[in-house]
């Protein structure tokens, strides 16, 4: 009985203190994001479910995710990133020799080339989120987020 009652105090301590940000608390933008519409020069992209593609930040790393229920495939596009104010600096010029994985950048959302992209936030509440972004070809895409 003793031993019950010591477990049932020291149970909350142990769910209160665990730990989900793993030192990646980044405020606001940290965890995953759905994305819930795109558009390119303000028009839906074609040939695109937006809600197959989302986004995760933690610490200095972005992780965007494709999933096509179709094809039955993922896949993971990774870029190490900056907030600078209400702009995010997403860096896909990252490559890494010691390990043997492929750095690439998600074409479909408008990221065309191995750079860093000037992505801004132009609207964030906590659980949504608007992102906007001109890729070197001078396309102006809006993504919208919503956190899962």
């Known amino acids: 009985m003793k031993t019950l009652r010591i477990l049932l105090l020291l149970l909350p301590a142990f769910l209160i203190g665990g730990c989900t940000h793993n030192n990646g608390n980044i405020g606001e933008l940290f965890g995953q994001w ?12 074609a040939d695109l479910t937006p809600a197959d593609w989302n986004w995760r930040f933690q610490s200095g790393v972005l992780l965007i995710s494709h999933v096509d229920p179709v094809a039955h ?23 890494d ?51 899962n």
């Open 73 to 95: 495939s993922h896949s993971q596009y990774w870029a190490s990133w900056e907030r600078q104010g209400q702009t995010l600096k997403v860096n896909y010029n990252n490559t």
């Open 34 to 45: 759905i994305m819930t519409e795109i558009t390119a020069d303000g028009a839906p992209v």
């Open 97 to 147: 020799p010691a390990i043997d994985f492929n750095y690439d950048y998600p074409k479909a959302l408008g990221f065309t080339t191995a750079s860093v992209y000037d992505v801004k936030i132009t609207n964030s509440t906590g659980k949504n989120m608007t992102l906007q972004m001109v890729n070197p070809e001078g396309v102006t895409y809006v993504y919208t987020l919503k956190k």
